[in-house]
């Protein structure tokens, strides 16, 4: 396979669903039910924008301005966030990872995270993409500790939400959180919020219309949850099912609000400095995050 500008593809299909995935960044690039998109697309000849598909780790979201104390010792790592001064979404969302195992419906990824500056912690990471024709996609993404100390860790997945790459405006959006943590105007977190102090209870379907989404929501429900996009005018909807304990939701303005991002998260934003979620990864210890998306029905044709 020819190197591209997001490495290389590989595609899988299991009834109905296909997906395609780029090495760079174990990336999630497609996919679709019966040919009608789920997650919004991305060529593996292009850079992706907005973080589409990026497997994001080992942290989700933001370090406020690149900076944490852990175990007494003070560290900092590059902030590539300049407009929020902060370090954003990892180390590993622009590395190539290798494919070390793949079939019909099945690939599977993985990378050393090597350490460095700021995060001097061997990783050894895995991402796993499996296809079932009733169920449609799972994704886990596992990291263990290949070093002699704990380390600080999180992970997350940045899929966008999509029916058929149409504006998300005339949608319906649920989201089962009852918390949210509002953030100030550089996205740095504030206070853990009921979710109806903020605007933000989504507990039942909302229309989105114009409403602008940008938050960490928790209170999740134990056992496992569902945020669901769902088209009221045909009935199609795709959903994403983790029992991640924090999920981002992004209203994907930076896509043309052609989809809605759902990053299911191990911990919360700035997890490295407020501890919230924070998984401490012991010495030969793995974790993972297991996620599953679902379309329900086959989108209508345009």
Known sequence: MADHMSGSEVAITAGDYRARVVTVGAGLAGLTLGGHDLVLPHSVDEV????????????????TEGRYTWQGEHLEV????????????GLMGWVEWEVVGTGADHVVLESFVAPRYGYPWPLRARVSYSLD???????????????????????????????????????????????????????????????????????TPVVLGDRSVDHAFTGL??????????????????????????????????????????????CAPDAFNSGMGLVELEPGQ??????????SPSPSPR
């Open 48 to 63: 992706p924008p907005a973080w589409k598909g990026k497997v994001l780790l080992p942290w989700p979201n933001r370090i």
């Open 78 to 89: 590059p902030v590539n966030e300049h407009a929020t001064g902060a370090a954003l979404h």
């Open 133 to 203: 024709a009733t169920t449609g996609l799972h994704v886990d993404i596992t990291a263990t500790n290949v070093g002699t100390s704990t380390a600080p860790y999180g992970s997350s997945s940045h899929p966008f939400l999509t029916l058929d790459r149409a504006v998300v405006d005339g949608c319906e959006l649920t989201v089962p959180a009852g918390q949210v943590l509002e953030a100030d105007e550089v996205l740095a977190p504030v206070a853990l919020r009921d979710v109806a102090s903020l605007g933000l209870d989504l507990r």
């Open 221 to 266: 429900p134990e056992g496992g949850w569902t945020v669901t996009l769902r088209d009221p005018s045909t009935g199609a909807a795709v959903g994403i099912t983790s029992d991640a304990p924090w999920v981002q939701v992004y209203s994907g303005e930076l896509v043309g609000r052609r989809g809605v991002a759902v990053e299911p998260m191990t």
């Open 286 to 295: 793995s974790h993972t995050l297991t996620y599953t998306v679902t379309g």
